[in-house]
T-cell receptor
Framework: KAGVTQTPRYLIKTRGQQVTLSCSPISGHRSVSWYQQTPGQGLQFLFE???????NKGNFPGRFSGRQFSNSRSEMNVSTLELGDSALYLC?????????FGEGSRLTVL | GIQVEQSPPDLILQEGANSTLRCNFSDSVNNLQWFHQNPWGQLINLFYIPSGTKQNGRLSATTVATERYSLLYISSSQTTDSGVYFC??????????FGTGTLLAVQP
């Protein structure tokens, strides 16, 4: 059974640009959540989707958005990138309360 | 919001030693899990342990939900156990809250 797949794995952007990250959950999992990891703030919850509906949202500015498609794949978008958005972005799919993480997308903003 | 404190923050062990990592929650949580973050950043599931005790090889975990803490035991540590260990749980807002992590270094 394939795990959680995140693309791209690495990317470099400049300030002011936008970025879209993709996450394909484990087959059969309908819940997807996103997290940001930085050295200063640790692991922080961004948002969670279930059956195409945002179920929960963390304390991030409106520049951070996401969505989920009918096949449970999810995307998150960050607009008007800032240097502080440089981070590892992790996606997880959930079943029965247990989370399974992908390998992450490492974003560097220059 | 809920605070999740992990101790110790850093730990250096010689190969073969045993260790106990602790996770304390400031309030009740559900769906407690332990993860090991590998050098490439991926969070690897160790245990899904809302309560009770589980064992998997050299690792075991115990959660005492009524006292708001969880313990991760590593026995006969190996260099491949090195990395950061996180606990996480869902609070009343149903958001997953991560602990601050324990950085483990196992020396040969």
């Amino acid at each position: 059974k394939a795990g959680v797949t995140q693309t791209p794995r690495y990317l470099i952007k400049t300030r002011g640009q936008q970025v879209t990250l993709s996450c394909s959950p484990i087959s059969g999992h309908r819940s997807v959540s996103w997290y940001q990891q930085t050295p200063g703030q640790g692991l922080q919850f961004l948002f969670e989707y279930f059956s195409e509906t945002q179920r929960n949202k963390g304390n991030f500015p409106g520049r951070f958005s996401g969505r989920q498609f009918s096949n449970s794949r999810s995307e998150m978008n960050v607009s008007t990138l800032e240097l502080g958005d440089s981070a590892l972005y992790l996606c997880a799919s959930t079943t029965g309360g247990e989370l399974f993480f992908g390998e992450g997308s490492r974003l560097t903003v220059l | 919001g809920i605070q999740v404190e992990q101790s110790p923050p850093d730990l250096i062990l010689q190969e073969g030693a045993n260790s106990t990592l602790r996770c304390n929650f400031s309030d009740s949580v559900n769906n407690l899990q332990w993860f090991h973050q590998n050098p490439w950043g991926q969070l690897i599931n160790l245990f899904y342990i809302p309560s009770g005790t589980k064992q998997n090889g050299r690792l075991s975990a115990t959660t005492v939900a009524t006292e708001r803490y969880s313990l991760l035991y590593i026995s006969s540590s190996q260099t491949t156990d090195s990395g950061v260990y996180f606990c996480a749980g869902r609070g009343a807002t149903n958001k997953l809250i991560f602990g601050t992590g324990t950085l483990l270094a196992v020396q040969p």
